[in-house]
């Protein structure tokens, strides 16, 4: 099968930056060029340069041209799902608690909500081949007549769990990670007895006007997950 000709400039113009033949701030060949070289309208090679910025190869300086991107080495793509990690899946879940609560200054202010808005609150615990590996809890901005069934919720990770008001392409999601000595209850929980670290992991989730709609913190054995991030 032929690629389209937007394709193969797309291809070629990767390739050349990956081998080094060009490097960050060389300018890429002109659209008067490419259109010579290819053979290609100036429509086509506009769209091959559209996904190349998108992409983050490149990007244009009106009436200059387009230039090599320097990359992020700074950024990395974090691939989550508090069911499964690179060294661990979750095969069994207990509902600990299904709760309608009033949220304290903390969490109200996290999700930008004045203290009289209802949340509800869902615990539960995770665990492998017997044995509790995490601890974990959600707040969802509660609506009048919203459903809950204890049966979806057991089993679904967050974002699932807010599929059923708000589509789950629409979702904006935020982690923030770190390590704490957990508290007594999370230690009885997890069958901890000394005062090790444990992996914490809160996501955040927004909707398509950025405004939060749920909270979600995951409490972590250190020796339960691990998390692996790759640059582009």
Known sequence: MI??????????????????????GDAISSETALCKEYGASRMTVRKGLAILVNEGYIYSIPGKGNFVQKPDYDKYIIQYNEMSNSINTVDKTQLLEVNIVVPDEKLANSLQITRNKNVIMIRRLFFTDGDPVAYDVKYLLYQKGMPIV???????????MMSKSTPIFALKKELTIYAQTPDEEIKRYLDIYDNVAILVVEQKLYNNE???????????????????????
């Open 150 to 160: 204890e049966k979806e919720i057991e089993h679904a990770t967050f974002p699932e």
């Open 210 to 232: 950025n405004k939060p709609m749920g909270l979600g913190i995951t409490y972590y054995r250190g020796d339960y997950i691990k998390l692996q991030g790759i640059t582009e």
């Open 3 to 24: 690629s389209p000709v937007y394709l193969k400039i797309v291809e070629d113009i990767k390739k050349k930056i990956n081998s080094a033949e060009l490097k960050p």
